[in-house]
């Protein structure tokens, strides 16, 4: 059986070499017929640490790596472009201290 191939966005990088991705998915809903958004969340290994919060990445299945890891990064699609505000707030200042 071939590997499953999902895109997804990261919502969590606290942990070393793991992300927790979100995959979402439509889903119908059997009384009312109804598409309703949903979402699948899945840990990826991630072991260059490439990935950020909200990157989108493109990830493919694998064997387990730990009790929750079943997903490998693949590769980075987009970078996020949010912007950390208190990072920089915290860089503007040290910059008005310094000249």
């Keep these: 059986m071939p590997k499953r191939v999902v895109v997804g966005v990261v919502t969590s990088?606290?942990?070393?070499?793991?992300?927790?991705?979100e995959v979402p998915r439509l889903v119908?809903?059997?009384?009312?017929?109804?598409?309703?958004?949903?979402k699948t969340v899945c840990f990826v290994h991630d072991e260059e640490n490439a990935s950020g919060r909200g990157d989108t990445v493109e990830i493919i299945?694998?064997?387990?790596?730990?009790?929750?890891?079943?997903?490998?990064?693949?590769?980075?699609?987009e970078k996020s472009r949010e912007v950390d505000i208190a990072a920089l707030r915290a860089a503007q200042r040290a910059a008005a201290t310094e000249g």
């Design 28 to 38: 119908k809903h059997p009384k009312y017929k109804k598409y309703i958004r949903r």
């Design 13 to 21: 990088d606290k942990m070393d070499k793991t992300r927790r991705v």
């Design 61 to 77: 299945e694998c064997r387990p790596r730990s009790k929750k890891k079943r997903w490998e990064l693949v590769r980075v699609i």
